[in-house]
């Protein structure tokens, strides 16, 4: 039954969360489909339906629990109203879109400077009146300012973040470069420190793992176990390696 493929072997105790929590694992250890899962088990928006299995899916759902805390008056929080699920393929996606949307802008304006003699601005004012100058602004304004894919990632991310909010991440440092995945940390810090946020994390990466203020499970263990981030095999193996190499940044 999906998914005791994945978590059959585990000795699974309750997972206790905190403002920060990162599900980490080598690929295949099922980060990611605990993160779904909890995902639709807490109604989040962002979740995926299966056109198969999906009657797998909803029969595990229904054995699956969770508790709610209680605050500082020992009244029980409830669900935040914004619940977001966030995968880097929905990421990699609005990438995609944004890419597609500058080369046909591109695309119009040369067709119109070559191919019938308009200016290079009488052909942005032509398409603006085409297919609407707000909307076309904001999207040229958006693909002006991006840098490269990872800068896009990290703006689409810091965009989607609010207070008081539930965010439901699946390794959103695909894309970003070392300094951006530590920026990204920081910022998921402050969010959760100052604005009431709230994080569930899946990812391997050393420099997430090592920003994030909070409390980490390590899913390639029997027990899923909580662990420092410095003793992750994913982590060491990137220690072992800049070690093995140490002489050559003298």
């Not at 019938?116 to 693909?143: C, H, P, W």
């Not at 910022?187 to 946020?197: Q, S």
């Amino acid at each position: 039954m999906y998914p005791d493929a994945v978590f059959r072997k585990k000795e699974i105790e309750p997972f206790v969360f905190v403002s920060i929590t990162v599900f980490y694992g080598n690929n295949g250890c099922g980060k990611s489909t605990l993160l779904s899962l909890i995902a639709q088990k807490i109604g989040a928006d962002g979740t995926d339906t299966y056109a198969y299995g999906q009657r797998y899916i909803d029969q595990f759902l229904s054995e699956c629990s969770y508790g709610l805390g209680d605050n500082d008056w020992g009244q029980e929080v409830p669900l935040p109203k914004c619940r977001r699920y966030i995968k880097s393929e929905d990421i990699l996606y609005e990438i995609k879109k944004i890419q597609q949307e500058d080369a046909l802008e591109g695309g119009y304006i040369y067709e119109m400077v070559h191919n019938r003699g308009m200016t290079k601005e009488s052909a942005k004012n032509a398409l603006y009146a085409k297919q609407g100058a707000d909307s076309q602004m904001e999207i040229l304004k958006f693909v002006q300012e991006k840098y490269s894919n990872g800068e896009t990632a990290m703006q689409i991310l810091l965009d989607e973040m609010q207070p008081d909010a539930l965010y439901l991440l699946d390794e959103p440092e695909v894309s970003l470069s070392p300094q951006n995945q530590a920026r990204l940390a920081d910022e998921i810090n402050k969010y959760a420190r100052f604005l009431g946020c709230q994080f569930l994390i899946a990812s391997h990466s050393p420099f997430l793992l090592g920003t994030l203020q909070g409390k980490i499970y390590d899913l390639d263990s029997r027990q899923m176990e909580e662990k420092q981030w410095t003793s992750l095999e994913n982590v060491r193996y990137f220690y072992d390696f800049f070690k093995r190499h140490e002489k050559e940044f003298d």
